[in-house]
């Protein structure tokens, strides 16, 4: 089972609507990570967040608006997306830098999200 | 900058044969190595890691061996079962730059027949 909990599995919306991703972990974790993943490719970096404050943000439309409540939550508001934007999103955490940290990511089961 | 490059699939196998997916990486630091799994409709999980020169990663019976000399790390099973079938990602983590995420290579669809 994963730890990293992502709701909902599946969303379709418009592309007028706003909807929400959301994200969870309680594994202490301070790193906190958005990835899009389209068919058949590997998952590309959206966000990183890092003690609560966005460390890296790869250019990503405006259209995506991430935010970190608390070291718990991650959420990724949607709002005017395309129909490009239909993918499987992808919510990760990760141990701070330091001391016995590998670089491992641990990833929840993603949102699969399709704009009509 | 940092890059992972591994063999096209799909790989297509019979049932207990033997499996290897090539995976090599440019790195500017000194990365940790990991090869993640994901099954059909769900996420990534975690296969096996490395995290330093000669380190084997072994799990579910997969092994791959972090080879600093020619910046490898191929995945390797003696024996595949249908279950297996999934897409594989290697990929990397460079612990020396300021940059946290995963490098990923493009993934490696493998399909095991019965």
């Known amino acids: 089972d994963t730890e990293v909990t992502q709701t909902p599995k599946h969303l379709v919306m418009g592309m007028t609507n706003k909807k929400s991703l959301k994200c969870e972990q309680h594994m202490g974790h301070r790193a906190m990570y958005w990835y899009k993943q389209k068919a058949k490719k590997p998952p590309e970096l959206m966000f990183v967040?890092?003690?609560?404050?966005?460390?890296i943000n790869e250019s990503v439309p405006s259209r995506f608006s991430p935010e970190c409540p608390n070291s718990s939550l991650l959420n990724l508001h949607l709002h005017a997306l395309q129909p490009e934007d239909s993918a499987l999103y992808l919510c990760a955490s990760s141990q701070d830098r330091g001391r016995g940290n590998t670089g491992e990511l641990f990833f929840g089961e993603g949102s699969r999200l399709t704009v009509l | 900058g940092n890059s992972v490059t591994q063999m096209e699939g799909p790989v297509t196998l019979s049932e207990e044969a033997f499996l290897t997916i090539n995976c090599t990486y440019t790195a500017t630091g000194y990365p940790s190595l990991f090869w993640y799994v994901q099954y059909p409709g769900e996420g990534l999980q975690l296969l096996l890691k490395?995290?330093?020169?000669?380190d084997k990663g072994s799990n579910k019976g997969f092994e791959a061996t972090y080879r600093k000399e020619t910046t490898s790390f191929h995945l390797e099973k003696g024996s595949v079962q249908v279950s297996d079938s999934a897409v594989y990602f290697c990929?990397?983590?460079?612990?020396?730059?300021?940059?946290?995420?995963?490098?990923f290579g493009s993934g490696t669809r493998l399909q095991v027949q019965p």
């Open positions: 990929a990397l983590s460079d612990r020396d730059t300021g940059r946290r995420a995963l490098t």
């Open positions: 967040y890092s003690y609560e404050k966005l460390s």
């Open positions: 490395a995290t330093k020169a000669d």
